[in-house]
């Protein structure tokens, strides 16, 4: 399984500031997803991100509140712009398992967001 | 669209208690079937999946069994421990098409010893 890290692990922000979680992964993956997780509830996809290409955003979701960057295999970007306290979630990136394990989803450990 | 239906919680059980966390999908294909597991302060992780129907996915002494006819996924265990205590989610994805996970709402699980 792949092993993901994500920066940082918890923020606090004041609203009307934007936040930045990168996401890493050991190996190179073609899909990395991103997920947030609002307190108490489940979890919620907000885009696909392939490199090479734009982000696929689910609806509900757009690109100038949730802009991604994908610059390679390995990494990327979430950011969390102009904030208000209902973006207070925990923010998870995930990747698509490999050969053996093809349709399964690995997650990070999440960025736990407060914004006040 | 795709949706994912699992029992309320919480649920509390005694230690060695049979445990049974319902869980029912609805999917325009033929998705693959996932149970996640997330420990208290720590991340998602897969617990098991069945990609085909009358599979049965199993793992740390969990089990789950795809059941196409009643569209159900149902978690059990013989006999919990105070260590399963987590939130445990249902989950389905759609290979070849997006692969994107669709989740239930999430059963909280505590095992008092």
């Known amino acids: 399984s792949a092993v993901i890290s994500q920066k940082p692990s918890r923020d606090i922000c004041q609203r009307g500031t934007s936040l930045t979680i990168q996401c890493q992964v050991d190996?190179?993956?073609?899909?990395m997803f991103w997920y947030r997780q609002q307190p108490g509830q489940s979890l919620t996809l907000i885009a696909t991100?392939?490199?090479?290409?734009?982000?696929?955003?689910e609806s509900g979701f757009v690109i100038d509140k949730f802009p991604i960057s994908r610059p390679n295999l390995t990494f990327s970007t979430l950011t969390v712009s102009n904030m208000s306290p209902e973006d207070s979630s925990i923010y998870l990136c995930?990747?698509?398992?490999?050969?053996?394990?093809?349709?399964?989803?690995?997650f990070g450990p999440g960025t736990r967001l407060t914004v006040l | 669209g795709d949706s994912v239906t699992q029992m309320e919680g919480p649920v509390t059980l005694s230690e060695e208690a049979f445990l049974t966390i319902n869980c029912t999908y609805t999917?325009?294909?033929?998705?693959?079937l996932f149970w996640y597991v997330q420990y208290p302060g720590e991340g998602l992780q897969l617990l098991l999946k069945?990609?085909?129907?009358?599979d049965k996915g199993s793992n740390k002494g969990f089990e789950a069994t795809y059941r196409k006819e009643t569209t159900s996924f149902h978690l059990e265990k013989g006999s919990v421990q105070v260590s399963d205590s987590a939130v445990y989610f249902c989950?389905?994805?759609?290979?070849?098409?997006?692969?994107?996970?669709?989740f239930g709402k999430g059963t909280k699980l505590t095992v008092n010893p």
């Open positions: 995930s990747v698509l398992g490999g050969v053996s394990s093809y349709n399964e989803q690995f």
């Open positions: 190996s190179q993956v073609t899909m």
């Open positions: 991100a392939n490199q090479g290409s734009e982000a696929t955003y």
């Open positions: 999917a325009t294909g033929y998705p693959s």
């Open positions: 069945a990609t085909k129907a009358d």
């Open positions: 989950a389905l994805s759609e290979w070849g098409g997006s692969e994107k996970l669709v």
